[in-house]
């Protein structure tokens, strides 16, 4: 709100939107996580759970994903200006949805496809 009122008003709607809809998506797809999977598909699997990856809810679309997208392209949308924008989204945006993805798939609380879709149902 601090930058642009009407920005702030359009970010939070986009944000609650956002997370609704990952909810609906979620009770509708209930995509395993890969804890789940490796339970019943894998014995021979060992996999250590620790409080990062303790998720109790399905898997996709990915939430965190979906999030940081809405989050960081907003605030690119605020704060960047039109000659500097694209060069903002390669530079700033596109690397921070690959590293988030990467790290939802490292710390096993995801599959790639899961990651995947959180950052295209967030489009």
Not at 21 to 26: D, E, G, S, T, Y
Not at 36 to 58: H, M, N, Y
Not at 82 to 99: E, G, H, N, S
């Amino acid at each position: 709100f601090a930058v642009n009122k009407y920005k702030g008003i359009k970010f939070l709607t986009t944000f609650i939107v956002s997370e609704w809809m990952n909810q609906v998506f979620k009770w509708i797809l209930h995509g395993d996580r890969p804890y789940w999977w490796v339970k019943e598909a894998r014995q021979d699997i060992a996999l250590k759970e620790t409080f990062l990856t303790c998720e109790t809810g399905p898997g996709l679309p990915s939430g965190h994903c979906q999030a940081s997208f809405v989050v960081w392209y907003c605030l690119l949308d605020a704060l960047a200006r039109d000659k500097t924008r694209t060069i903002a989204f390669v530079v700033i945006f596109l690397p921070m949805q690959v590293l988030m993805m990467c790290s939802r798939i490292f710390i096993s609380a995801h599959f790639p496809h899961q990651c995947l879709f959180g950052f295209l149902f967030a489009l």
